[in-house]
């Protein structure tokens, strides 16, 4: 069996994954898929598809509800205990703090439901302990065996990028693949291996075994009996892959996207008038202009313009509208229809328990994961027993103030979906509702919300004087609190 070979669960969830990836990512990548993500009309020639796409709106309510979840998981501190405060600045081997760490992390179980964290030793004499984080994408195989009446992991293959400068020229670098595959060898000793592809000779393209990034690491001198991968899912911390938890929101987001190029395609045709002509001779040319006449000596001969109605594009249009209410009840975590009579405290609290629980299981998966990784950190680092039993990490829980109602919440997050309303403004309002931690500015958290999401852009800065629903939506504020009670048509 080759190296690269991969899990059955893998090859059932990989198509999952790449599509939350994608529509996470948003317009460009979707489009870049073509027809894997809007099937071509029939008879549509190449060009023709093209301009199809083109027309199309994609819709960025996935990427918008990831980040709102975000915000909502880090609007306040996480708690920490660890004996080793510095080592906290530098977590990962490309410089990543703990704050960062713990984003990227919770990024990647919402987006996919699915990472893992290695906790390797650089090859320095100080044997500097870190964390590496893998996508699902690149956990391409697994396996496990039982110990003492315990399955733990056995073996995990990792699909990993190097460079290597181009022969014959020094100033390109070729990206190559190999596999970074973690073994415990008679079934208590760690291994790590590395397999590549020889470049020439009788074996060339073939995987094999690079000697020199053999290794057996150790911690304190001695070797360790087991492998320091940590899996994470959405709900759990087993090897088992999950459904995605945003696969239903990311289902209907690709749904509205190729209604809307139906839609867009029947505009663009009503928009559109096409001549016709009975009579003419068919081997003339006829120009259409002010200046132009066509004339013919047939008596019977006429001319007119077709033209569609569109009458049919208004069912198109209702059904984009309920695709976006149902994302923005999905994103918000809304699962019913608020309810408009005043409800016991404990009554909406229970309710709402509820409609949170998916993002509070990542929350609590993610944090249980974390903890785990530093104290693999801490004793690689020489903690004593007393320390590690010391170690906690937890992110937040509470991601919004009670007084918050949720019709108000699952609307801000509508607003922000549709682009009503900016990130600004969508932060100025979790901000006013207690829902960004104390002493945090909007563009404190901008920059954290951009930093994790690779550089994508953010709105302009927000004022004090900011509305805090634009266009169609208004807030309407408490008169004796002065917090917002609720959101109205404008």
Same mark, same amino acid.
């Given at each position: 069996?080759?190296?690269?070979?991969?899990?059955?669960?893998?090859? $059932?969830?990989?198509?999952?994954?790449?599509?939350?990836?994608?529509?996470?990512?948003?317009?460009?990548?979707?489009?870049?898929?073509?027809?894997?993500?809007?099937?071509?009309?029939?008879?549509?020639?190449?060009?023709?598809?093209?301009?199809?796409?083109?027309?199309?709106?994609?819709?960025?309510?996935?990427?918008?509800?990831?980040?709102?979840?975000?915000?909502?998981?880090?609007?306040?501190?996480?708690?920490?205990?660890?004996?080793?405060?510095?080592?906290?600045?530098?977590?990962?081997?490309? !410089?990543?703090?703990?704050?960062?760490?713990?984003?990227?992390?919770?990024?990647?179980?919402?987006?996919?439901?699915?990472?893992?964290?290695?906790?390797?030793?650089?090859?320095?004499?100080?044997?500097?302990?870190?964390?590496?984080?893998?996508?699902?994408?690149?956990?391409?195989?697994?396996?496990?065996?039982?110990?003492?009446?315990?399955?733990?992991?056995?073996?995990?293959?990792? $699909?990993?990028?190097?460079?290597?400068?181009?022969?014959?020229?020094?100033?390109?670098?070729?990206?190559?693949?190999?596999?970074?595959?973690?073994?415990?060898?008679?079934?208590?000793?760690?291994?790590?291996?590395?397999?590549? $592809?020889?470049?020439?000779?009788?074996?060339?393209?073939?995987?094999?075994?690079?000697?020199?990034?053999?290794?057996?690491?150790?911690?304190?001198?001695?070797?360790?009996?087991?492998?320091?991968?940590?899996?994470?899912?959405? &709900?759990?911390?087993?090897?088992?892959?999950?459904?995605?938890?945003?696969?239903?929101?990311?289902?209907?987001?690709?749904?509205?996207?190729?209604?809307?190029?139906?839609?867009?395609?029947?505009?663009?045709?009503?928009?559109?008038?096409?001549?016709?002509?009975?009579?003419?001779?068919?081997?003339?040319?006829?120009?259409?202009?002010?200046?132009?006449?066509?004339?013919?000596?047939?008596?019977?001969?006429?001319? !007119?313009?077709?033209?569609?109605?569109?009458?049919?594009?208004?069912?198109?249009?209702?059904?984009?509208?309920? $695709?976006?209410?149902?994302?923005?009840?999905? !994103?918000?975590?809304?699962?019913?229809?608020?309810?408009?009579?005043?409800?016991?405290?404990?009554?909406?609290?229970?309710?709402?328990?509820?409609?949170?629980?998916?993002?509070?299981?990542?929350?609590?998966?993610?944090?249980?994961?974390?903890?785990?990784?530093?104290?693999?950190?801490?004793?690689?680092?020489?903690?004593?027993?007393?320390?590690?039993?010391?170690?906690?990490?937890?992110?937040?829980?509470?991601?919004?103030?009670?007084?918050?109602?949720?019709?108000?919440?699952?609307?801000?997050?509508?607003?922000?979906?549709?682009?009503?309303?900016?990130?600004?403004?969508?932060?100025?309002?979790?901000?006013?509702?207690?829902?960004?931690?104390?002493?945090?500015?909007?563009?404190?958290?901008?920059?954290?919300?951009?930093?994790?999401?690779?550089?994508?852009? &953010?709105?302009?800065?927000?004022?004090?004087?900011?509305?805090?629903?634009?266009?169609?939506?208004?807030?309407?504020?408490?008169?004796?609190?002065?917090?917002?009670?609720?959101?109205?048509?404008?």
């Amino acid at each position: 069996m080759p190296v690269d070979s991969q899990h059955s669960q893998y090859k $059932k969830r990989i198509t999952q994954w790449v599509r939350c990836r994608d529509v996470i990512e948003g317009s460009d990548a979707v489009k870049e898929r073509k027809t894997v993500y809007l099937p071509a009309l029939s008879g549509q020639e190449p060009t023709e598809y093209d301009a199809y796409m083109m027309r199309a709106l994609f819709y960025g309510a996935s990427q918008r509800t990831v980040q709102g979840l975000l915000g909502a998981t880090f609007r306040k501190d996480y708690n920490v205990e660890y004996p080793f405060e510095e080592q906290l600045d530098n977590i990962t081997s490309d !410089g990543l703090n703990l704050e960062q760490f713990s984003r990227v992390i919770v990024r990647e179980a919402l987006t996919t439901g699915r990472l893992g964290i290695l906790v390797d030793a650089d090859s320095t004499a100080l044997l500097r302990p870190y964390a590496a984080i893998y996508s699902a994408e690149n956990i391409v195989n697994w396996n496990t065996t039982k110990r003492e009446g315990q399955f733990i992991l056995s073996l995990v293959v990792l $699909k990993e990028t190097y460079s290597e400068q181009k022969e014959g020229d020094a100033f390109v670098l070729e990206e190559k693949t190999q596999y970074r595959v973690l073994s415990l060898e008679r079934g208590t000793r760690y291994k790590q291996e590395v397999y590549r $592809k020889h470049q020439q000779g009788t074996h060339a393209d073939q995987w094999a075994v690079d000697p020199r990034f053999t290794v057996y690491p150790t911690r304190s001198g001695v070797p360790l009996d087991f492998i320091p991968f940590q899996f994470v899912n959405s &709900t759990d911390l087993t090897v088992a892959a999950q459904k995605p938890p945003l696969m239903d929101l990311v289902e209907t987001n690709l749904s509205h996207y190729r209604s809307s190029a139906d839609l867009e395609h029947g505009a663009h045709f009503t928009a559109l008038p096409t001549p016709w002509l009975a009579g003419f001779n068919p081997d003339s040319t006829f120009k259409i202009g002010s200046g132009v006449a066509w004339v013919t000596e047939e008596l019977q001969a006429k001319a !007119g313009m077709l033209e569609y109605t569109g009458q049919g594009l208004e069912a198109l249009e209702k059904r984009l509208d309920k $695709k976006e209410q149902m994302m923005a009840i999905l !994103g918000a975590r809304i699962l019913e229809e608020p309810k408009r009579s005043v409800e016991a405290t404990d009554t909406h609290r229970l309710r709402r328990s509820g409609e949170t629980g998916a993002l509070s299981a990542i929350v609590g998966t993610c944090s249980n994961a974390i903890e785990n990784v530093l104290t693999w950190i801490a004793q690689w680092s020489g903690a004593t027993d007393a320390q590690l039993e010391d170690i906690e990490f937890d992110l937040n829980n509470d991601f919004y103030d009670i007084e918050m109602e949720p019709q108000m919440l699952e609307k801000l997050m509508g607003a922000l979906q549709t682009g009503s309303i900016s990130q600004d403004t969508f932060l100025w309002n979790l901000k006013v509702g207690e829902v960004l931690p104390p002493g945090r500015t909007i563009d404190e958290e901008k920059d954290l919300i951009n930093s994790e999401s690779g550089g994508l852009e &953010t709105p302009t800065e927000a004022t004090d004087n900011v509305t805090p629903i634009r266009r169609s939506l208004n807030v309407v504020y408490d008169e004796k609190t002065g917090r917002p009670s609720r959101i109205e048509e404008a």
